[in-house]
């Protein structure tokens, strides 16, 4: 979780609720395909979303459309694969990097 820069409780808590949600989407369904907007599990989150609420002096105010909750869910997904693909480069360029210092390359 990033630290927020705000004094806002009501912000904060509707980021953990937020973080909450997306952390419970898997990025593979479990033959080990992606996740997509067609799988329950997908449309659940997209549920979640939809449903949840800031709560500003005792007034709600419901934040996300549908387009906005998928959009969000697949933004989460995409930096998820992102960042995986990042370390993965750290990897290879680590051994690449080995191999030309103990002079294998």
């Known amino acids: 979780m990033i630290n927020l820069k705000i004094n806002s409780e009501a ?5 953990k609720r937020i973080e909450s ?6 990025e593979f369904d479990y033959k080990g395909n992606p996740i997509n907007d ?6 659940d989150a997209v549920d979640s979303l939809m ?11 419901v934040i996300f459309t549908e387009q ?8 989460e997904l995409d930096g998820r694969r ?8 750290m990897v290879h360029w680590s051994q ?3 191999a030309i210092t103990q002079g294998g390359i």
């Open 38 to 43: 067609g799988d329950q599990v997908f449309k």
């Open 51 to 61: 449903n949840l609420s800031l709560d500003i002096n005792g007034k709600d105010k």
């Open 68 to 75: 906005t909750a998928t959009a969000l869910i697949f933004d």
């Open 82 to 89: 992102q960042n995986e693909d990042e370390a993965e480069a």
């Open 11 to 15: 912000w904060k808590d509707f980021n």
């Open 96 to 98: 690449y990097n080995n």
């Open 21 to 26: 949600i997306l952390n419970k989407v898997p």
